[in-house]
T-cell receptor, first 113, second 112 residues
Framework: NAGVTQTPKFQVLKTGQSMTLQCAQD?????MSWYRQDPGMGLRLIHY???????DQGEVPNGYNVSRSTTEDFPLRLLSAAPSQTSVYFC????????????FGSGTQLSVL | AQSVSQHNHHVILSEAASLELGCNYS??????LFWYVQYPGQHLQLLLK??????LVKGIKGFEAEFIKSKFSFNLRKPSVQWSDTAEYFC??????????FGAGTRLAVHP
């Protein structure tokens, strides 16, 4: 049972480049979310989804897009990377709603130069 | 907007010392509260949660937390810490429909 799988683990981008962070879960969880973790700021919610075809914005959605075409996958797209998006990104999922136990991926460390 | 404040950013303790990490939240509605922990090199994982009922909640590894509604607080405690408790601890609160809001985290270092 792999749980929540994030790829890549590390990524370096140049300003203006675009890329997609992948997130997949094999637990048939309805709820999935993306967080970014910055020193001194904890985890901030970027986007979340309560099921296939349904997404919504979190606390810091600007500069990021998401889609949820399947229950398993919830990719995060950076449209035009900026240095302010340098961070560690975590994907999480849970059965039901956010109130259930969240299962986190191992994170993606992104640097934007 | 909902928010979570963790007062201690860094805590250093010796083994066997008692631990209390503060967490305050601002949210006017019914709250669900969580503590998550991130051990070095590991995934974030749930330590304990409060939904309703007994305000004293017990979690894994001997941790407990007390919900005090009048103080909007959910402090984490452990009577005697171990070196293996070295980690970063995050308090979180439901921030409205389907949003879990985290605090800034507290880094705990326990020295043998």
């Amino acid at each position: 049972n792999a749980g929540v799988t994030q790829t890549p683990k590390f990524q370096v981008l140049k300003t203006g480049q675009s890329m997609t962070l992948q997130c997949a879960q094999d637990m048939n969880h309805e709820y999935m979310s993306w967080y970014r973790q910055d020193p001194g700021m904890g985890l901030r919610l970027i986007h979340y989804s309560v099921g296939a075809g349904i997404t919504d914005q979190g606390e810091v959605p600007n500069g990021y897009n998401v889609s949820r075409s399947t229950t398993e996958d919830f990719p995060l797209r950076l449209l035009s990377a900026a240095p302010s998006q340098t961070s560690v990104y975590f994907c999480a999922s849970s059965q039901g709603t956010y109130n259930e136990k969240l299962f986190f991926g191992s994170g993606t460390q992104l640097s934007v130069l | 907007a909902q928010s979570v404040s963790q007062h201690n950013h860094h805590v250093i303790l010796s083994e066997a010392a008692s631990l209390e990490l503060g967490c305050n939240y601002s949210y006017g509605g019914t709250v669900n509260l969580f503590w998550y922990v991130q051990y070095p090199g590991q995934h974030l994982q749930l330590l304990l949660k409060y939904f309703s009922g007994d305000p004293l909640v017990k979690g894994i590894k001997g941790f407990e937390a007390e919900f005090i509604k009048s103080k909007f607080s959910f402090n984490l405690r452990k009577p005697s810490v171990q070196w293996s408790d070295t980690a970063e601890y995050f308090c979180a609160v439901n921030g409205g429909y389907n949003k879990l809001i985290f605090g800034a985290g507290t880094r705990l270092a326990v020295h043998p």
